[in-house]
C-alpha cells in the first residue's frame, strides 16, 4: 500500500515553460487536493476534486490547470512557469469531508 | 470563511518537561479541527482530529488535544516531550464545503535534551 505518491520529488524549470506534476492515491479516495508550501505561509490551497471527472479552483489557482480523468489520479499543470510559483507542492486525499488528510512527500520546484 | 491562526512561530521545550503548541479556529457550524506533523523533506503526517464529543482527544506517538469551544482554542500537549518530537506542526481546520482544509503557518518545536 503505496498511499499517495508524487512524481517527480523534484524539478527545475526555465521561466515560461510548462510541466505536469502527478499524484496517484491507491486508498480509493473521492477527494483529492493540491497545496503549495512557501517557508512561513503554511499550506494554501490550488486545486481540489470531490471525485472523478470534477475539479475546482482552492485558494490560490492563477498560473495552474488540474484534470481528474482517473479516480487514482490528480494532476497539477503549470502551462506557463513563473518564478512566483518556485515552491514546494504537496498533493493530499482524504476518503470523505471530514476525515483526516493523507499526504504525498512532495515535489521541490525551482523555477529560474 | 474559515481561518486558523498559530501564534508561536517557534516553541523550545526541554525534554522531559511538558509541550504546548497553540492553535486558535474560526468556522462556521462544527469544526473538524486536525493537527499535521511534517519532518524535513517529507509530507504532513496526521496526529489527531477533533470531531464532536470529548473535549480531549489523545492522537498518535503520545500527542493529545485539549478543545475549548468557548476560546475557539484547539491547544496540541504532550505531557513528556522527546528530542525526537522536534518537527514542524501545523493546526487546521476542515470546513464542510467539499472538504477544504486551512492550515496554520505552523510553529516549529525543538526539544533540547
Known amino acids: 500500500n503505496a498511499g499517495v505518491t508524487q512524481t517527480p520529488k523534484f524539478r527545475v524549470l526555465k521561466t515560461g515553460q510548462s510541466m505536469t506534476l502527478l499524484c496517484a492515491q491507491d486508498?480509493?479516495?473521492?477527494?483529492m487536493y493540491w497545496y503549495r508550501q512557501d517557508p512561513g505561509m503554511g499550506l494554501r490551497l490550488i486545486h481540489y476534486?470531490?471525485?472523478?471527472?470534477?475539479?475546482a479552483k482552492g485558494e490560490v489557482p492563477d498560473g495552474y490547470n488540474v484534470s481528474r480523468l482517473k479516480k487514482q489520479n490528480f494532476l497539477l499543470g503549470l502551462e506557463s512557469a513563473a518564478p512566483s510559483q518556485t515552491s514546494v507542492y504537496f498533493c493530499?486525499?482524504?476518503?470523505?469531508?471530514?476525515?483526516?488528510?493523507?499526504f504525498g512527500n512532495g515535489t521541490r520546484l525551482t523555477v529560474t | 470563511a474559515q481561518s486558523v491562526a498559530q501564534p508561536e512561530d517557534q516553541v523550545n521545550v526541554a525534554e522531559g518537561n511538558p509541550l504546548t503548541v497553540k492553535c486558535t479556529y474560526s468556522?462556521?457550524?462544527?469544526?473538524?479541527l486536525f493537527w499535521y506533523v511534517q519532518y524535513p523533506n517529507r509530507g504532513l503526517q496526521f496526529l489527531l482530529k477533533y470531531i464532536t464529543g470529548d473535549n480531549l482527544v489523545k492522537g498518535s506517538y503520545g500527542f493529545e488535544a485539549e478543545f475549548n469551544k468557548s476560546q475557539t482554542s484547539f491547544h496540541l500537549k504532550k505531557p513528556s516531550a522527546l528530542v525526537s518530537d522536534s518537527a514542524l506542526y501545523f493546526c487546521?481546520?476542515?470546513?464542510?464545503?467539499?472538504?477544504?482544509?486551512?492550515f496554520g503557518d505552523g510553529t516549529t518545536l525543538t526539544v533540547k535534551p
Open positions: 486508498m480509493n479516495h473521492e477527494y
Open positions: 476534486s470531490v471525485g472523478e471527472g470534477t475539479t
Open positions: 493530499a486525499s482524504s476518503y470523505s469531508p471530514g476525515g483526516a488528510l493523507h
Open positions: 487546521a481546520v476542515r470546513g464542510t464545503n467539499a472538504g477544504k482544509s486551512t
Open positions: 468556522v462556521s457550524g462544527n469544526p473538524y
